[in-house]
C-alpha cells in the first residue's frame, strides 16, 4: 500500500471510540523521511492542537536535536509515528499509556512504508521497549548512557518534558556529552547528499 493511501487510513482510525477526548490519530510521515521519532502518545495539548510535539516538549526536543521548527515539521524530513496515535487520557501520575492495539494495527506496515529512514529516536518506556527490546530491562539512566549515539540507528532519549528537569538536572552528562553527538547524527540523517 502507498504511504499516502495508509497515512489516510490512519487518520481516518476509530479503533478507540472511547478514549476521553475522542480519536484523533497525530501522525507524521511522507516520502523520503530520514528520522523517525517514536514517541509514546499525544499529550492533551498537542492532541488540540492537531500536530505532535507541539507543546514545550517539542520546543526542548527541536533544540536537543539541533533543528528548527520547520524542519522537525517537514514529513519529507521527520516521521513523528507515535507508539499510540490519539491522546490516551489522565491517570493519577499522568498521562496514561498509549493503547497496544493502535501499534499493532499500523507500527509494523508504517514503519515498511518509509524505507529512506536512516535514524531512530526512541522516547519513553513504551517507544524504547518496541524498538530496543534487548535493553527493556535496563532503567532509562542505563539506557541512554550505555548506547552508542555516534553509531547507532536507534537512539533512546528521556522524555523532553518539563517533568523530567529533575532527571535532568540529576545527569548533567546528558546534555554535555550526548546531546552534542545527537546533533550531530541528525544532521548527518538529514543530508540528502
Request: glycine content about 8%; hydrophobic content about 40%; proline content about 9%.
Amino acid at each position: 500500500m502507498k504511504l499516502d493511501a495508509l497515512l489516510a487510513e490512519v487518520r481516518a482510525c476509530t479503533l478507540c471510540t472511547d478514549l476521553p477526548l475522542g480519536p484523533n490519530p497525530l501522525v507524521q510521515a511522507g516520502e523520503g523521511a530520514r528520522i523517525l521519532i517514536a514517541g509514546q502518545a499525544p499529550g492533551r495539548i498537542t492532541h488540540g492542537k492537531g500536530r505532535p510535539f507541539d507543546d514545550p516538549s517539542g520546543r526542548r526536543l527541536r533544540d536537543w536535536l539541533g533543528i528548527s521548527a520547520e524542519t522537525f515539521y517537514d514529513p519529507h524530513r521527520c516521521a513523528v509515528l507515535a507508539m499510540g496515535f490519539c491522546y490516551p487520557g489522565t491517570g493519577k501520575g499522568g498521562d496514561l499509556p498509549p493503547r497496544p492495539a493502535c501499534a499493532a494495527q499500523w507500527r509494523t506496515r508504517l514503519i515498511r512504508a518509509l524505507p529512506d529512514i536512516r535514524l531512530t529516536l526512541v522516547i519513553g518506556q513504551y517507544a524504547q521497549g518496541w524498538h530496543l527490546p534487548h535493553m527493556a530491562k535496563l532503567k532509562l539512566t542505563e539506557r541512554v548512557r550505555q548506547q552508542e549515539v555516534s553509531t547507532a540507528s536507534v537512539i533512546a532519549l528521556p522524555h523532553p518534558s518539563p517533568r523530567n528537569n529533575i532527571w535532568l538536572k540529576a545527569n548533567p552528562w546528558f546534555e554535555r556529552d550526548v546531546i552534542p553527538a545527537l546533533r550531530k547524527r541528525v544532521a548527518e540523517a538529514l543530508d540528502h547528499g
